[in-house]
């Protein structure tokens, strides 16, 4: 059983900070594609960045140039740094791992933006 343990959500204004964390079994986080996903109440899961094992970013549009992911392979864990918060980036955010054949979930940590 592959567990991927997020931390750092919570309740900030807008316009605050949240940094997330996601730490992974050395195996999964040295070859996999880490990648955050958020899902708001009513609203499918969508994809927030991703970071490939090489070094290669991708960010949703709606975050660009607000929020930062990053890897620390000594600590086998990823990061997302939020800045600028905004009420609709109010959501139940999630870790995930994926190679192509296999997709890992975390549990997801909540993260809300009051007006």
């Known amino acids: 059983q592959v567990q991927l343990v997020e931390s750092g959500g919570g309740l900030v204004q807008a316009g605050g900070s949240l940094r997330l964390s996601c730490a992974a079994p050395?195996?999964?986080?040295?070859?996999?594609?880490m990648g955050w996903y958020r899902q708001a109440p009513g609203k499918q899961r969508e994809l927030v960045a991703a970071?490939?094992?090489?070094?290669?970013?991708t960010y949703a549009d709606s975050v660009k140039g607000r929020f930062t992911i990053s890897r620390d392979n000594a600590k086998n864990t990823v990061y997302l740094q939020m800045n600028s918060l905004k009420p609709e980036d109010t959501a139940v955010y999630y870790c995930?791992?994926?190679?192509?054949?296999?997709?890992?979930w975390g549990r997801g940590t909540q993260v809300t933006v009051s007006s």
């Open positions: 995930n791992a994926y190679n192509g054949a296999y997709n890992y």
């Open positions: 970071t490939t094992s090489g070094g290669s970013i």
């Open positions: 050395g195996s999964i986080f040295i070859t996999y594609v």
